[in-house]
């Protein structure tokens, strides 16, 4: 869903690093898949079809926070 965030912290050896991604576009979403000592943070669109892709040594990652959007629905109430 648009507005679907995971900001990621990398050690780079000398220090962090941010990332952030973010769904873009309404629709689409931020996925995480973890294996084999690799994070992958994608935008995905509806139909499955990654847009953007960022890969990370799992062993580098000090923090993965995942920011869902806010559902306007319950901004309603």
Do not use: C, Q, W
């Amino acid at each position: 869903m648009k507005g679907d965030r995971v900001e990621i912290v990398v050690d780079v050896g000398d220090g962090t690093r941010d990332y952030e991604i973010v769904a873009t576009r309404a629709g689409r979403r931020v996925d995480v898949h973890i294996a084999r000592g690799v994070v992958e943070v994608s935008e995905v669109t509806r139909t499955g079809v990654a847009v953007r892709t960022a890969r990370f040594m799992a062993g580098r990652v000090l923090a993965l926070v995942e920011h869902p959007a806010r559902d306007p629905a319950l901004d309603e109430e």
